[in-house]
T-cell receptor, first 112, second 114 residues
């Protein structure tokens, strides 16, 4: 009965690799997000996406791309991973017009 | 540019005491101010939220105080308990057609000592 789930929970990879993180929500929400939490716990919005519009935080490198196969999923693809990409990535969802975000458990990415 | 500034970064409180976390924002267009609680290894979860048309909101031991003219809001945790030990984030957003992207403060690590 998990509301927002992410896989994998942990991801350890080498610099230069390409990786994906999957996110699924079963809340029937129509807006999903990706947030990055750095080592100092700072949470930063990366993307906001619904079936109409993708909003990209302008500071996010174009190596990061969200892909949504359907309304319940928003995956995050990362190309050419760099050491600075090491962080915890959180997926979240909300209902359009509602401000409450529901977060997933996070994916801990370590780039070596 | 950090639009939501949070203090203190860390806080130690004795059991039964009052925990106070403060936030200040810059963008007057923000119209929703939630607080999220995050336990280690978990995602943030909504704790309590307020809109700028009220000055205070209370839910159990948790109270938000909001000062629109000063562009500040704070979280008070009364009778703090060891189970309240977590990282707390204030946030702000502007409701728009594309969703509600939250801008978070830097977080406060709260430790409540037994």
């Amino acid at each position: 009965d998990t509301a927002v789930s992410q896989t994998p929970k942990y991801l350890v990879t080498q610099m230069g690799n390409d990786k994906s993180i999957k996110c699924e929500q079963n809340l029937g929400h129509d807006t999903m997000y990706w947030y990055k939490q750095d080592s100092k716990k700072f949470l930063k919005i990366m993307f906001s996406y619904n079936n109409k519009e993708l909003i990209i935080n302008e500071t996010v490198p174009n190596r990061f791309s969200p892909k949504s196969p359907d309304k319940a999923h928003l995956n995050l693809h990362i190309n050419s991973l760099e050491l600075g990409d090491s962080a915890v990535y959180f997926c979240a969802s909300s209902q359009a017009g509602h401000s409450i975000l529901y977060f997933g458990p996070g994916t801990r990415l370590l780039v070596l | 540019q950090q639009q939501v500034k949070q203090s203190p970064q860390s806080l130690i409180v004795q059991k039964g005491g009052i925990s106070i976390i403060n936030c200040a924002y810059e963008n007057t267009a923000f119209d929703y101010f939630p607080w999220y609680q995050q336990f280690p290894g978990k995602g943030p979860a909504l704790l309590i939220a307020i809109r700028p048309d009220v000055s205070e909101k209370k839910e159990g031991r948790f109270t938000i105080s909001f000062n629109k003219s000063a562009k500040q809001f704070s979280l008070h945790i009364m009778d703090s308990q060891p189970g309240d030990s977590a990282t707390y984030f204030c946030a702000a957003s502007i409701r728009n057609n594309a969703g509600n992207m939250l801008t978070f403060g830097g977080g406060t690590r709260l430790m409540v000592k037994p």
